[in-house]
């Protein structure tokens, strides 16, 4: 378990191993991929997260950290419980 906290008090990711990889399911800390590239601004999904988040400010720390891990570790795949996209890479 990872804590990713801000978007409710105790909030965290579970990171699970595979054969070459790891996933991290990152459950309510973001709520599109499209976040996860810090060039992009959702300015009405930042709002809707923001609303939402019991601390904002960790909300986007731990935002940070997981675009890091995005945009650095290639075998680190990287999912939340919102996005339908994800959602269909993993169903198949």
Same mark, same amino acid.
């Given at each position: 378990?990872?804590?990713?906290?801000?978007?409710?008090?105790?909030?965290?990711?579970?990171?699970?191993?595979?054969?070459?990889?790891?996933?991290?399911?990152?459950?309510?800390?973001?709520?599109?991929?499209?976040?996860?590239?810090?060039?992009?601004? *959702?300015?009405? #999904?930042?709002?809707? /997260?923001?609303?939402?988040?019991?601390?904002?400010?960790?909300?986007?720390?731990? &935002? =940070? %950290? *997981?675009?890091? #891990?995005?945009?650095? /570790?290639?075998?680190?795949?990287?999912?939340?419980?919102?996005?339908?996209?994800? &959602? =269909? %890479?993993?169903?198949?």
């Amino acid at each position: 378990m990872i804590p990713l906290l801000g978007h409710t008090a105790g909030h965290c990711g579970i990171a699970i191993k595979q054969q070459n990889q790891w996933v991290l399911f990152c459950g309510d800390a973001y709520y599109s991929h499209l976040e996860l590239n810090p060039k992009n601004k *959702l300015r009405s #999904l930042g709002l809707v /997260e923001k609303t939402f988040a019991e601390d904002n400010e960790k909300r986007l720390f731990n &935002l =940070k %950290r *997981l675009q890091h #891990l995005a945009q650095h /570790e290639p075998k680190i795949e990287i999912i939340c419980a919102h996005d339908p996209d994800e &959602l =269909k %890479r993993y169903q198949k």
